[in-house]
């Protein structure tokens, strides 16, 4: 099932050109966004992360914001789908 996910083959135009603005942003990432960007990917709820980060509810949710402001994703589905691509995560 994840292999439909991330297969390009089975993306529109659109979605191609969104994942690739997706992917480019990933290097204008923190660290810690990038440490925050593995544990979405993983599933992981703001207050999960935030426990395992060590860092209040409201800087993690911070965090997601900057995140989602650097991506503009379609939903969580495509944050994890970048980390997936750029190896932060395996599928």
């Known amino acids: ?23 480019a942003s990933l290097h204008r990432l923190t ?11 993983q599933g992981k709820t703001t207050k999960e992360i935030a426990r395992a980060l060590r860092m209040s509810f409201k800087t993690a949710v911070s965090h997601r914001y900057n995140i989602q402001q650097k991506f503009h994703p ?18």
Request: cysteine-free; glycine content about 4%.
């Open 74 to 91: 379609h939903g969580t589905a495509d944050l994890t789908r970048a980390a997936i691509r750029m190896g932060l995560v395996e599928p």
């Open 1 to 23: 099932m994840h292999q439909e996910l991330i297969n390009p083959l089975s993306m529109t135009a659109k979605s191609r050109a969104h994942m690739t603005a997706v992917d």
């Open 31 to 41: 660290t810690r966004e990038t440490e925050v960007l593995i544990l979405i990917a």
